[in-house]
């Protein structure tokens, strides 16, 4: 397992941007496909985008694309997520997840086997 620290939510208007960014504790962070979800409140927590170790791929939800980006930097241990364009309806936690196998690009939770605690994203209108 990997420890995971996100930092970067804030209360921001609408059509604003905002970068989170998820610390790894670990080398393995440079091995493990790295992840981001959000939780709003009321619902289940949703898939957002993914990146493999190498940096080299990525995917994401249909939700943000275009909009979001994610990104690393092994050297930092450290993933991010470029948010432009923000939404009221993207209000959420966010989460990052570290998927030590790497297989491929996974967009559901069970695949990723450490969790970060979260971070608070407020669009207001």
């Known amino acids: 397992q990997v420890d995971l620290v996100e930092s970067g939510g804030d209360l921001v208007q609408a059509g604003a941007s905002l970068k989170l960014s998820c610390t790894a504790s670990?080398?393995?962070?440079?091995?493990?496909?790295m992840g981001w979800f959000r939780q709003a409140p009321g619902k289940e927590r949703e898939f957002v985008a993914t990146i493999t170790p190498s940096g080299g791929a990525t995917l994401y939800a249909d939700s943000v694309k275009g909009r979001f980006t994610i990104s690393r930097d092994n050297n930092k241990f450290t993933v991010y997520l470029e948010m432009n364009n923000l939404k009221p309806e993207d209000t959420a936690v966010y989460y990052c997840?570290?998927?030590?196998?790497?297989?491929?690009?996974?967009?559901?939770?069970?695949?990723?086997?450490?969790w970060g605690q979260g971070t608070q994203v407020t669009v207001s209108p």
């Open positions: 997840a570290a998927d030590t196998k790497a297989w491929g690009l996974p967009s559901r939770e069970l695949e990723y086997d450490s």
């Open positions: 670990s080398v393995a962070f440079t091995r493990s496909g």
